[in-house]
């Protein structure tokens, strides 16, 4: 049997904001993590190419250097925490780190999502651990859940609100009525959106997330070019009043279920009832609803990003791996949670144009009568059934009508919808949002 070791050695690449809350959090509770592993966690060195700015943190002589590839080579050092982010340089560390023998730690979901069987296969061959738990959520612990806590049910449905940035536009949107631009201009004012703010608003975040959390819960990879994706650029006050006058609220919602032809994958703006637990997550929180087959449904609530919260959860990975260096031993929950011969094992997707949901559609139209009965005749020639009507305004040029359906197959809706915008009454693209009711 191996001795176990008196100290754990850790080397952080990347000291940015995370990065900073990382090294926080392993020099102020040193003797807490002591405690919990029961042998010391000595942060041994720190790279980043920034070596001159102050970011409030001590730090001995010599600890934080330029080269990330020191770190990944240092024999000293057990356990690499990635903190780069992108698919570049910090899969480079990453993959230098395993093939050194070294257990990895990171926060990284697009590296995760776009690169998953490559590093876990890496980490299997190498005999080391991985963890990932900040790659979503945050400060919420969702991978231990889903990888150990509800490891004895088959997972048949996730509903995520995963990206802050994202929920804190819709409810600032909801709660003041401001439009879009403007709450978005003030989120980056304050720090909380990105000057580009894409990656977030356009639902790619979101996706990267998506991917990680299929494949704990199927054991089955997804690659995020394969999952439905749509944004809230468009999301307007008429969509929102709309949504507050029929009891609904509108989010940005990530959802995995089995439809019995496959795994749905999708992102998209989303009406949910106001009453469901998911309806009442404001600001830059996060929450993810998972049902399973023997333990119904639960919900995960809590910071989904910010220094503080995702150094938590790094952290957190650090004890689980520092406890199983002590003892001698690693593997004991694979990355993924499923002990399969396939690492590359893909998940099986449903195709989107299959998926079934109730739709809030607006239409504007001219004003005259007989136009609403030609939009039913349209939708009704493609098997979809009308729930309820609103229309706003009267002896205007034109005036919006709202519609609510009920179930309809995604294909039948997007065919109804082509041939209703060629309709001469209709003067704008018709919008589209899907609603999820059983929430």
């Not at 994706?229 to 468009?234: D, F, M």
């Not at 609803?289 to 957190?316: E, I, N, R």
Request: proline share 5%; with cysteine.
């Amino acid at each position: 049997m191996t001795a176990s070791p008196r100290e754990i050695g850790i080397g952080v690449v990347g000291f940015g904001t995370v990065g900073t809350g990382t090294v926080k959090l392993l020099l102020e509770n040193a003797e807490h993590l002591r405690k919990r592993v029961g042998i010391p966690i000595r942060l041994v060195r720190i790279a980043d190419l920034d070596t001159s700015r102050d970011r409030g943190v001590r730090l001995p002589e010599g600890v934080l250097i330029a080269d990330g590839m020191r770190v990944a080579r240092d024999p000293d050092i057990q356990i690499l925490v990635e903190l780069v982010g992108g698919t570049g340089a910090a899969k480079d560390f990453l993959l230098e780190a395993i093939r050194n023998g070294k257990s990895v730690v990171t926060a990284n979901k697009a590296l995760l999502a776009e690169c998953g069987p490559e590093i876990v296969r890496a980490v299997l061959g190498a005999g080391v651990d991985i963890g990932f738990e900040a790659s979503v959520g945050g400060g919420i612990p969702i991978i231990r859940t889903l990888r150990e806590g509800l490891a004895a049910n088959r997972i048949l449905a996730i509903f995520g609100i995963i990206n802050g940035t994202c929920n804190y536009i819709l409810s600032r949107m909801t709660s003041e009525g401001k439009p879009f631009a403007e709450v978005l201009a003030e989120a980056q004012a304050a720090g909380l959106a990105e000057a580009d703010p894409s990656f977030d608003v356009d639902g790619i975040d979101t996706a990267h997330k998506l991917s990680i959390l299929v494949w704990l819960a199927t054991g089955g990879h997804v690659p995020p070019k394969e999952i439905f994706v749509q944004g809230i650029r468009e999301i307007d006050q008429d969509d929102i009043s709309f949504a507050k006058e029929f009891g609904f609220t509108i989010k940005l919602l990530a959802i995995a279920k089995e439809n019995g032809g496959g795994i749905e994958a999708r992102v998209h703006p989303t009406m949910i009832p106001s009453h469901s637990p998911l309806a009442t997550v404001d600001g830059a929180y996060n929450a993810i609803y998972v049902k399973g087959d023997f333990v119904g449904s639960s919900l995960s609530y809590g910071q989904g990003a910010g220094m503080l919260p995702t150094a938590s959860a790094v952290v957190s990975d650090v004890i689980e791996i520092a406890r199983n260096l002590r003892r001698g031993c690693t593997g004991r929950i694979p990355p993924g949670g499923f002990f399969l011969a396939d690492t590359s094992l893909r998940a099986d997707l449903a195709p989107f144009d299959q998926v079934h949901s109730e739709y809030y559609l607006k239409f504007r139209v001219v004003d005259k009568p007989g136009v609403l009965s030609r939009i039913a005749g349209v939708l009704g020639s493609h098997a979809i059934s009308i729930s309820s009507v609103l229309q706003k305004g009267q002896g205007q040029v034109s005036v919006p009508i709202f519609i609510v359906t009920h179930r309809a197959r995604e294909s039948y809706m997007l065919a109804a919808l082509a041939e209703v915008d060629r309709l001469p009454d209709i003067l704008d693209r018709t919008r589209m949002i899907r609603i999820e009711n059983n929430l």
